[in-house]
């Protein structure tokens, strides 16, 4: 544990006041570049991604850390991360299980604007 | 400008509260599915890139709207987007000119965590 505090300070990160908690944005995408969801974490669920090696956000929501995947088994294994240029924002690349969105789609981003309204598209995640 | 106000009351979108700003996460991609950014839209940034089919963000630190490579020339054409499932977030597909990064790196994501340290790596935009 003493090793990923490391990490995470080496990662210099920039968490921003968010709904009132210091968060920062994830990005998870599969191994195909599909963006499957994004979602905040704080330092706990990033230490907890880190230790188990399986995503973990923060529910700005419920107020608590959840282990993506759970109740539904969709559990998503980290593979490797990127950092951006300002530090607020991390990009986790995942093996998925099943479906990333709560909602039964593979992709939380599924509505698509088409002729100025929102229609559910997965063209996008082929 | 009636019908962009439409379309932005159908996405049905759900600010946060982001370092005292009302604001939503939006997420840009290129045509290949690669993560070229994460930025900060308000409602007047979301106006602004509908209107005139090229990205604009709001930046918190400068507190104002910006239009992507309105000085670097690398500017960013809107292709479509997506919204995600609890409104928070877009992803926009766009047609990036040059590069991305302010840091002249293809994407912002140039930041690989390798053997617990950050390193430079360019290796997932292929």
Redesign the interface.
């Known amino acids: 544990m003493e090793?990923i505090e490391?990490?995470i300070k080496?990662?210099?990160l920039k968490f921003?006041?968010?709904?009132?908690e210091k968060l920062i944005?994830a990005?998870t995408?599969d191994e195909?570049?599909?963006?499957l969801?994004?979602a905040f974490m704080n330092e706990e669920a990033l230490k907890e991604t880190l230790k188990t090696g399986y995503m973990h956000y923060y529910s700005?929501s419920r107020k608590k850390l959840w282990k993506k995947g759970e109740e539904s088994g969709n559990v998503q294994k980290l593979k490797?991360?990127?950092?951006?240029?300002?530090g607020d924002?991390l990009?986790f690349?995942v093996e998925q299980k099943g479906v990333a969105?709560?909602?039964g789609?593979y992709s939380?981003?599924?509505?698509?604007?088409k002729d100025?309204?929102?229609t559910i598209?997965e063209d996008?995640y082929k």
Chains 1, 2 share one sequence.
């Open positions: 090793n490391k990490i080496n990662l210099n921003r006041n968010i709904d009132g944005i990005i995408c195909n570049k599909n963006v969801m994004t700005t490797e991360f990127y950092r951006d240029c300002d924002a990009l690349i969105c709560h909602e789609y939380c981003f599924h509505y698509k604007l100025g309204k929102l598209s996008y």
